[in-house]
């Protein structure tokens, strides 16, 4: 499945995401950072996406993963925004804030500026999670201006959906 999920472009992979969850009859939150809404705009740009799409929060700093995701202050203070602990928090955050069955969350630095820590430019932290907590993480380095970052981290955030939905 891999081999042929890559080949999909980002609306595809939406797609057959959205087929998998109506079969599945299961639904769908996301809680973005790095790519500011743009995995519920390419999730909503498929028709019928309301009948799995529940929402999404844009937690762009660290006080909205804290006070609406619950990521703790200790992880965003210890492992930063851009960690592997602060995609699961934020994933099992919407799963609980949104009632889903499955979640995805997204965390990096788009640059080209750093953000004064010791994260480098390009890092992106990825989670897929279901509702009784099976969860898939992925790290990635994505060289590229930014509207092209925000572009790949999307597609990629849903290739790893895709594969945790099977």
């Not at 797609?15 to 950072?33: C, M, P, V, W, Y």
Request: with cysteine.
């Amino acid at each position: 499945m891999a081999q042929e999920t890559n080949k999909l472009n980002t609306f595809q992979l939406a797609q057959t995401i959205g087929e998998r969850l109506k079969k599945e009859n299961a639904s769908l939150s996301t809680a973005e950072s790095c790519t500011g809404g743009n995995i519920a705009h390419q999730i909503t740009l498929v028709s019928g996406a309301s009948a799995y799409f529940k929402g999404s929060v844009v937690s762009y700093c660290n006080e909205i993963k804290h006070s609406v995701l619950g990521v703790p202050l200790k992880v965003l203070e210890t492992q930063g925004a851009v960690s592997e602990e602060t995609v699961i928090n934020m994933c099992s955050g919407a799963i609980k804030l949104m009632n889903t069955d499955y979640a995805l969350s997204i965390s990096g630095l788009a640059g080209p500026n750093g953000d004064g820590t010791n994260t480098e430019v390009g890092t992106v932290w990825i989670c897929a999670m279901n509702k009784e907590g099976k969860y898939q993480t992925q790290m990635r380095r994505i060289l590229l201006p930014r509207e092209e970052f925000i572009s790949r981290a999307t597609h990629c955030a849903l290739l790893l959906l895709l594969e945790l939905i099977g």
